[in-house]
T-cell receptor, first 108, second 113 residues
Framework: RKEVEQDPGPFNVPEGATVAFNCTYS??????FFWYRQDCRKEPKLLMS???SGNEDGRFTAQLNRASQYISLLIRDSKLSDSATYLC?????????FGTGTQLKVEL | EPEVTQTPSHQVTQMGQEVILRCVPI?????FYWYRQILGQKVEFLVS????????KSEIFDDQFSVERPDGSNFTLKIRSTKLEDSAMYFC???????????FGPGTRLTVT
């Protein structure tokens, strides 16, 4: 079983739509969780950390469910510039384990 | 906003040659990392470095690989004898104390021919 599992997509959505990505992780010893964004052939960029209480940053909301080992990212009011690959990441002992990413394409 | 920098952006080398990839982490960060991403695949952890020593390394990071912090600013990854399968994007990352967040550089694309 993969350590971090994501639906690869692509998710094709119209501008203004709300889209949700899900991710599961297998190692219960993972301590911290993140969503990164990666544009084609560029570096991963930290989008947000994920907390059990849920956290929001503008149009982005992340949620962690430790009991189900499940992480989510919700993007509201999608913009064309949100088109990218979204990487779910688990951290343990300062080592990041990445999922394969979910591709999002926001269209006019 | 401070950022991680990496040089070169693209390196082409012949199989069996040694390469050194260079990184300048964010200045007040104390944790340093190398990751790689083979085209079309996920980002994979190679090694973490703290307090002038390796704190963890993956199975990929075999005897052909080494890391060094030769001065107060640079962090390098050396591959002693490159193989075709070492072709990938190599990302350096750094992280501050008291946080597990990691910030990535723009990467070095290594092509082994």
């Amino acid at each position: 079983r993969k350590e971090v599992e994501q639906d690869p997509g692509p998710f094709n959505v119209p501008e203004g739509a709300t889209v949700a990505f899900n991710c599961t992780y297998s190692n219960s010893a993972s301590q911290s969780f993140f969503w990164y964004r990666q544009d084609c052939r560029k570096e991963p960029k930290l989008l947000m950390s994920v907390y059990s209480s849920g956290n929001e940053d503008g149009r982005f909301t992340a949620q962690l469910n430790r009991a189900s080992q499940y992480i989510s990212l919700l993007i509201r009011d999608s913009k064309l510039s949100d088109s990218a690959t979204y990487l779910c990441v688990a951290e343990r002992g300062n080592k990041l384990t990445f999922g394969t990413g979910t591709q999002l394409k926001v269209e006019l | 906003e401070p950022e991680v920098t990496q040089t070169p952006s693209h390196q082409v080398t012949q199989m069996g040659q040694e390469v050194i990839l260079r990184c300048v982490p964010i200045s007040n960060h104390l944790y340093f990392y190398w990751y790689r991403q083979i085209l079309g695949q996920k980002v994979e952890f190679l090694v973490s470095f703290y307090n002038n020593e390796i704190s963890e390394k993956s199975e990929i990071f075999d005897d052909q690989f080494s890391v060094e912090r030769p001065d107060g600013s640079n962090f390098t990854l050396k591959i002693r004898s490159t193989k075709l399968e070492d072709s990938a994007m190599y990302f350096c990352a750094s992280g501050p104390v008291l946080s597990y967040e990691q910030y990535f550089g723009p990467g070095t694309r290594l092509t082994v021919t």
